[in-house]
């Protein structure tokens, strides 16, 4: 994993200020803790910021090769060099290698880095169709005078992009590495409030004003000819081709055991994230019986959960969770054989200024859920101190039909996006009224809604009800889910560490998609066909246990805590969160007694926080 990027110009030459892709490169430093390089030639200048993962001698970057030199980290500009500055991991870097030797292509490392530079030589943009995992990166073609940004299928890596007054291009992983670029100034307009504040988890525009978002299994060529931007991949319909369930239940387990298989590869520690879940005790059990495999039949896996102080005793259930996790977590580990560590967490470490002010400068947004972020930030932050790679059941719900919102009628017939409906999010931060006229939400909502399902693709004879479930299906795995996997990279990459999801595996995506929604609930209940796949590798109470979300803290010191804050942030940022939010439907949750504040109100508090210290530490421009 790393951090990249970089700055195109057939005006000014990039070389002519060095210092700034340095700047652009230093600002993704939490990204790549083991290694910074730059390059820099005619037109264009790459940064990559390194976390060690594959190959630690071999793979350092920018990568560079001529058409007939050995690839170099660095190197000095010739006329048909190409640079690759490359982010993620390719699962399938040994089968393209050994297509590439057949090709006559020669390596001198063992990284999968090479693999796509090789690989890009050969094929071209081409490449992309080719690569399995999850990855973002540029290529610089000086012959071709071309530069070429692409990102995985399922937009597990992150990759932005903006254009420069002289009709240049920067992109990097990160917005804050393209604000570095003393052209490119933080802004907000009206398009990208609603963007944040409608949680229609689009990709394309951003929050910020000219920041555009390279789309999953997207490809964005830039030259002297403009810009142009196309789908690689994405999701389609297609017909089942497994005769029933037990087939598919194979079909299934043997995507998912491939990609569980390619995803432990590592030079470096690795280790899960066990929830005590469904998704995550499958993840954990199929990587536990792997490594078993690989190192003998003594070898343990690490796995980690979180907990907070008093949990047990304090637990009360919402919409969102049903049951306390760490027991769970206990009981599969010990199912499983790993060696399980709960991280515990104080209302303390949650609320302190520092953790909540990194939490919102990786995210580069005030558009977050508080504890649960923070939480995140601290867990990760302890995993490090042990592994560079952890392995998670992201995605599972997404894939499987998880969610509420697949088996509530109520929700499927709502003609909105399910989970502004069943998570009450859509007034989790209640706006000025004079920016809520002018922002217009649930107009800006409706509109994207429409367009979302005109994009869900169908099969011909599809019943009415199969029918709703593809639409469900496509928009929890196109635009829910991204809002998830952006938070699990900013805040696991703000610690230096690389989480893998095998749940996101494209071609495990595609054949679920493609099974029928029978199957998918074939024994009453949500995730029918991962549990038929779990079974034997959880334990019985995992195996049948209700989805629970990701835990929030029940303490009311933390409840207390918030408070405080939200009531500072108000007067914060130079009065500028009270242009933005409504104080009188905040009121009510400033007063109400800690111990009785519930979850969704809680969360408006936890984005007024945020927000403000999103205003200082940014000072955006904000031109509505």
């Known amino acids: 994993m790393c951090g990249i990027t970089g700055w195109v110009s057939f005006g000014e030459e990039p070389g002519g200020r060095p210092r700034v892709i340095e700047r652009m490169t230093a600002a993704l430093a939490p990204r790549g803790p083991d290694g910074s390089g730059t390059w820099v030639g005619p037109h264009a200048a790459l940064g990559h910021r390194r976390l060690a993962v594959l190959d630690i001698e071999g793979g350092a970057q920018p990568m560079t090769a001529s058409a007939t030199g050995a690839p170099r980290a660095s190197g000095s500009p010739t006329p048909d060099t190409v640079v690759l500055s490359y982010s993620g991991e390719v699962y399938n870097h040994h089968e393209l290698r050994a297509e590439l030797r057949s090709a006559g292509r020669e390596f001198a490392t063992r990284s999968d880095t090479e693999v796509v530079l090789r690989g890009y030589q050969e094929w071209g943009a081409g490449l992309a169709e080719r690569l399995v995992g999850m990855y973002a990166f540029a290529v610089w073609d000086a012959g071709a005078r071309r530069l070429l940004l692409v990102r995985d299928q399922m937009g597990v890596k992150p990759l932005y992009y903006a254009r ?13 590495s393209l604000f570095a670029h003393p052209d490119c100034v933080p802004r907000v ?11 229609v988890f689009g990709t394309g525009a951003t929050l910020w004003a000219g920041v555009r978002e390279v789309p999953p299994g997207g490809l964005v060529a830039f030259d002297r000819d403009g810009l142009t931007e196309r789908l690689y991949w994405q999701l389609t319909a297609r017909p089942h081709g497994d005769p029933d369930l037990a087939a598919t239940t194979a079909g299934v387990r043997e995507r998912l055991e491939h990609a569980v298989r390619s995803q432990l590869e590592a030079d470096v520690p690795r280790c899960s994230l066990l929830s005590g879940g469904l998704d995550s005790t499958v993840v954990t059990a199929l990587l536990a019986d792997e490594l078993r495999l690989r190192e003998g ?7 980690y959960a979180v907990d907070y102080s008093d949990q047990a005793e304090r637990f009360t259930g919402d919409v969102l969770r049903t049951g306390h996790d760490a027991p769970y977590a206990v009981e599969a580990g ?20 520092g953790h909540r002010t990194a939490v ?14 923070t939480s995140l930030y601290l867990l990760f932050g302890r995993i490090r101190e042990h592994s560079t790679v952890a392995v998670s059941g992201e995605a599972a719900d997404e894939v499987f039909g998880g969610y509420p919102w697949f088996h509530d009628p109520a929700a499927l017939a709502a003609p909105t996006f399910p989970w502004l409906r069943v998570t009450s999010d859509e007034a989790a931060m209640p706006l000025h009224p004079e920016l809520a006229r002018e922002l217009r939400i ?8 429409r367009a979302a399902l005109a994009a869900v693709p169908h099969l011909d004879g599809e019943s009415a009800a199969q029918h709703r479930q593809r639409e469900l299906q496509h928009l929890s795995l196109t635009r829910w889910l991204r809002q998830l996997l952006h938070r699990k990279d900013r805040l696991s990459m703000a610690r230096g560490l690389e989480v893998r999801v095998p749940y996101c595996d494209h071609r495990l995506v595609e054949y679920a998609f493609n099974a029928p929604w029978e199957l998918h609930r074939h024994d009453g209940r949500e995730k029918s066909l991962l549990r038929a796949v779990g079974a034997g590798l959880a334990p019985r109470s995992v195996l049948w246990r209700a989805k629970n979300h990701y835990p929030a803290t029940h303490h009311p010191d933390y409840n207390r805590g918030l408070q405080r804050l939200a009531r500072e942030a108000l007067d914060a940022a130079g009065g500028r969160v009270r242009d933005l939010v409504d104080e009188r439907v905040l009121a009510a949750n400033l007063t109400t007694a800690p111990e009785r504040l519930e979850w969704g109100h809680r969360l408006r508090l936890e984005r007024v926080v945020d927000l403000a210290l999103w205003l200082d530490l940014y000072r955006p421009e904000i031109a509505v």
Do not use: C, N, W
């Open 297 to 303: 039949p003594k070898a343990r896996l690490r796995s």
């Open 164 to 176: 420069t007054p002289d009709g240049g291009l920067v992109f990097g992983s990160e917005p804050k």
């Open 189 to 199: 307009d009206a398009q990208g409030l609603r963007e944040a504040y409608g949680l």
């Open 360 to 373: 919102v400068a990786a995210r580069d947004s005030p558009i977050g859920v508080g504890d649960m972020d």
């Open 442 to 449: 649930g107009e800006f909502q409706r509109d994207t809604y």
């Open 334 to 353: 010990a199912f499983i054989g790993t060696e399980h560590q709960t991280v515990v967490l104080d209302p303390q470490a949650l609320l302190d200024p």
